[in-house]
């Protein structure tokens, strides 16, 4: 332990997960710079937010980018009834020219489970892949189902072998819920960040273009729902923020009253 | 190119790509072994085989081992009706106490394109996720669907960035097809290898144990259905390799027709 040249292990000490993985994605960019490839595994963290913020800074260095972090267990195992895994979200961004770049973020069960519970809320029926339900006439909803099948239950055990059985921490059901007591106990989260320098692969200048092309091709792909196209991971992301920097964030009545609380609780205001 | 010590580039020459995948996992291996973590890009190679072999070699040398490989194109992009992206698998595995281990290896679109072929020569109605049909009278098959939707397109872009971008080669619908005129040309098929020594980051020993722990877990899961047991990513392979040990592999009619003329015309019998 500690030889490794690409391969670093970093305690968080139970600081922020926003903290710890910016540290953790700077230092996999340096280390991929000096060997062409870097790993980061970070332990004693907290939940680290999106992970593509990872993975776009990685790409904004010019670097491939995969970011994945464990999370408290809300996914069955396929064919099981009970939550084992967490949601263990892979994001994966890679820079084309320019400011360009792919940028996918994905939690490996089939939907999110706040879809789950915003369907359910409606009364709408859920479709049979995505969550396991309770005998009892509510129907309620014991663990979400894994992405596509057995593959998505390899995915969820690729991400908790990855983060913390390799950075020795508690398995995903061991983590305390995120929004749940105990409140001031640590909660261990662990994460891994790993960055590829393509100039360590060939032209990094030529591989950036063949990302941009590759974007291309996949935006001018006939579409099945006519008027509908197809896109690249990240593009309906980068769609969605330039709607909002011209029409605003647009917000619920009761986020609009939380907001309004908190000004009027500590009389910070700040206006554009 | 050329200077970074965890990271290379192999090209196979156009060999087969058993041959350059076995060497370039043995490599990936060796250099994980000095820096923590190694990764090798394969150009020029051809169809390797199933990506579990090498993931399965990386683990019996106790390294956590990723196999890559693009393809010809089979899978429409999410929303999309033309084939674009290959099956582009990918397999991971990690080495447990002693033999044991987790080895999950699996095609980025829903299902394999034999199985849509399989459901209808029976005349079985396929899934809405598995393929995109055509609008004729016949609904012949135009192309796969990306695992889970979106998502497996992501994946399936990650392998192509991954593989024949880093490598400088073709795109995976530029790639002629495995059964497909030209044979007596080049393929150019791309791999990716990547292995983790997992001694860099903490106690090789108490990691093992820890991924046999999640392999217990994992079994002794409650299932949905009385009876169908909850599986860790390789165990129904090694179930069913336990039985052809002892029973023979089964051979339909045609196969064993096909073995009968291979025997004929070569004269090279061999009887257990």
Not at 110 to 124: A, C, D, E, P
């Amino acid at each position: 332990v500690g030889k490794a040249t690409a391969a670093r292990t970093l305690d968080a000490g139970h600081a922020l997960g926003l903290v710890a993985g910016r540290l953790a994605c700077a230092e996999a960019v340096r280390l991929a710079r000096e060997h062409g490839v870097g790993v980061v595994s970070v332990r004693n963290s907290n939940h680290f937010g999106a992970a593509a913020v990872y993975t776009l800074e990685m790409a904004r260095q010019g670097a491939i980018g995969l970011a994945l972090t464990n999370s408290d267990a809300l996914v069955a195992p396929f064919g099981g009834v009970r939550p084992l895994f967490g949601t263990n979200p892979i994001s994966f961004a890679a820079p084309g020219e320019g400011d360009e770049g792919v940028c996918a973020d994905f939690a490996t069960s089939q939907v999110s489970y706040s879809r789950v519970k915003h369907y359910r809320s409606q009364g709408l029926p859920l479709e049979p892949g995505w969550a396991v339900t309770g005998m009892g006439e509510d129907g309620e909803i014991s663990a979400l189902k894994p992405l596509g099948g057995h593959k998505g239950q390899g995915l969820a055990m690729m991400v908790e072998i990855l983060c913390p059985l390799l950075a020795g921490m508690p398995f995903d059901h061991e983590l305390s819920h995120l929004y749940g007591e105990p409140y001031d106990q640590p909660r261990q989260v662990a994460h891994l960040f790993l960055a590829f320098d393509p100039g360590a692969f060939l032209d990094a200048a030529a591989f950036r273009a063949s990302v941009s092309r590759l974007m291309r091709l996949v935006r001018e792909q006939p579409p099945a729902v006519p008027g509908e196209g197809v896109r690249v991971p990240g593009d309906p992301e980068e769609e969605c923020a330039a709607r909002r920097r011209v029409e605003g964030i647009p917000l619920t009545a009761d986020e609009l009253a939380a907001f309004r609380r908190i000004e009027e609780e500590t009389g910070q205001v700040e206006k554009p």
